[in-house]
């Protein structure tokens, strides 16, 4: 089993639609969690984190289910430019404890 | 500040060819990395640094040396390239070592025919 697996889409959304990805992770030593946003032929920068209880930031939702070892993001009233790839990333440790999905990739069609 | 700079932009090299991927910061971050990323593929890290002096190795180190005589520079070296290496290669800075805290730069593409 791959340590990260996220669907690699493309999730091809209206705008102003709500679109929901999951991410499941296999290390159970896993501490923290974040989502990432890659833009074609970008960097990659930190969206959020996600915490235990849950967390929000504006029209970003991001949830985390340890028992069943999943981390989910949740995108309500879609912008254009929201479209890029988002990368699950659990962490065990420091940097070099990370593991970085290959990102799920969100179209958001006018 | 520039941040976390890398040049070149992108490479073509010929198998056996080496080269010198540069990475600079002007953030006095004392932790920089370098990572690779393949399409179906995350972000694996190959080279790491928590300061000047001090590197270590990452998940693919194979076929890549660094070094880091200053706190702003961490070059990565391919001594002889291999088509394996063709790859988009980011250097990132961070003050502390927790993930988030990393600043990516630009990226390098390059490609070995």
């Known amino acids: 089993r791959k340590e990260v697996e996220q669907d690699p889409g493309p999730f091809n959304v209206p705008e102003g639609a709500t679109v929901a990805f999951n991410c499941t992770y296999s290390?159970?030593?896993?501490?923290?969690f974040f989502w990432y946003r890659q833009d074609c032929r970008k960097e990659p920068k930190l969206l959020m984190s996600?915490?235990?209880s849950g967390n929000e930031d504006g029209r970003f939702t991001a949830q985390l289910n340890r028992a069943s070892q999943y981390i989910s993001l949740l995108i309500r009233d879609s912008k254009l430019s929201d479209s890029a790839t988002y990368l699950c990333?659990?962490?065990?440790?420091?940097?070099?404890?990370?593991?970085f999905g290959i990102g799920t990739k969100l179209q958001v069609i006018p | 500040n520039a941040g976390v700079t890398q040049t070149p932009k992108f490479q073509v090299l010929k198998t056996g060819q080496s080269m010198t991927l540069q990475c600079a910061q002007d953030?006095?971050?004392?932790?920089m990395s370098w990572y690779r990323q393949d399409p179906g593929m995350g972000l694996r890290l190959i080279h790491y640094?928590?300061?000047?002096?001090?590197?270590d190795q990452g998940e693919v180190p194979n076929g890549y040396n660094v070094s880091r005589s200053t706190t702003e520079d961490f070059p990565l070296r391919l001594l002889s390239a291999a088509p394996s290496q063709t790859s988009v290669y980011f250097c990132?800075?961070?003050?502390?070592?927790?993930?988030?805290?990393?600043?990516f730069g630009p990226g390098t593409r390059l490609l070995v025919l």
């Open positions: 990132a800075s961070s003050l502390g070592q927790g993930v988030e805290t990393q600043y």
């Open positions: 290390n159970s030593a896993s501490q923290s």
């Open positions: 996600v915490y235990s």
């Open positions: 990333v659990p962490a065990s440790g420091g940097y070099q404890k990370v593991t």
């Open positions: 953030m006095n971050h004392e932790y």
């Open positions: 640094s928590v300061g000047a002096g001090i590197t």
